[in-house]
């Protein structure tokens, strides 16, 4: 359940976020979603793909963190063993909502009050003892106020992506070290034929858009995968040992 209300200082005055629960509760998170003003701190740890959003069909650019759908290599322990996490993984329990009026100008900094971390006892207070702001919700805020920017840019990259039919399905058949295969299907990446075949008023749009960045960005860090099956294969050896 999810139980999403809007941050004041007067009802959360005394409210804290435990930061370790809210590693565990993502470490079944299997893709999660990214904005392109990630692309260039993410592209070395993680890969980056495209799925398509489970209600609405949309696609939606995403970080590869495991290759089930209830796993993520890159926390263990509630730990994350990356430099960066993706501002989606950061933002966690907090999210931008609606506040009165459902528009734009009445968008509020929301916590999911059913999420393990929140609480009163342990953790990090989201107001300081004067009753201001803490440094995590400023932070917090921060980082929703990327998310929330930099949505409808990465929408505008996907579709332009669409549109020249730049998409393209991406299977992962992957043998690991005790013989054992791991299947992914419903991903999607840069068709690179396809990419070679654009014309050069075309290309030329991609590059003013910047988007030959994002692209090119997206193919590289599917290198990454190698690194998640290292990941795979050193969990299936400690299981092994224990």
């Known amino acids: ?3 999403l209300v809007a941050i004041n200082d007067v009802s959360h005055r005394n409210l804290k976020i435990d930061p370790d629960y809210c590693l565990v509760q993502q470490s079944n998170t299997q893709l999660i979603p990214v904005i392109v003003e990630e692309f260039r701190q993410l592209c070395g740890q993680y890969p980056l793909v495209l799925a398509k959003n489970s209600e609405s069909g949309n696609f939606i650019c995403a970080a590869l ?3 089930a759908e209830d796993e993520n290599l890159f926390i263990d322990k ?7 996490a993706p501002l989606n993984l950061s933002r966690q329990p907090f999210y931008l909502g609606f506040g009165e009026g459902n528009d734009d100008s009445h968008l509020s ?7 393990p971390s929140v609480g009163q006892e342990k953790g990090i207070g989201v107001f ?6 803490s440094q995590l919700l400023q932070n917090v805020s921060s980082i929703l106020a990327t998310l929330y920017q930099g949505d409808e840019k990465t929408k505008e990259f996907i579709h332009h992506l669409a549109s020249l039919e730049l998409i393209m399905p991406m299977r992962l058949s992957i043998t690991l ?3 054992s295969r791991c299947e992914v299907n419903g991903l999607y990446t840069i068709d690179e034929e396809a990419l070679k075949k654009i014309d050069t008023d075309q290309l030329s749009i991609l590059h003013q858009k910047d988007y030959l960045r994002f ?11 190698q690194i998640m099956i290292h990941k795979k294969n050193q969990q299936l050896k400690s299981v092994k040992v224990n």
């Open 128 to 133: 300081d003892e004067n009753g201001q702001q």
């Open 215 to 225: 692209i090119y960005t997206m193919m590289a860090s599917l290198s990454q995968i």
């Open 177 to 179: 070290d005790d013989n």
């Open 109 to 115: 900094v929301c916590v999911d009050m059913d999420h």
């Open 78 to 84: 509630g730990v994350l063993n990356a430099i960066h």
């Open 65 to 67: 963190m495991g290759f």
């Open 1 to 3: 359940m999810t139980k």
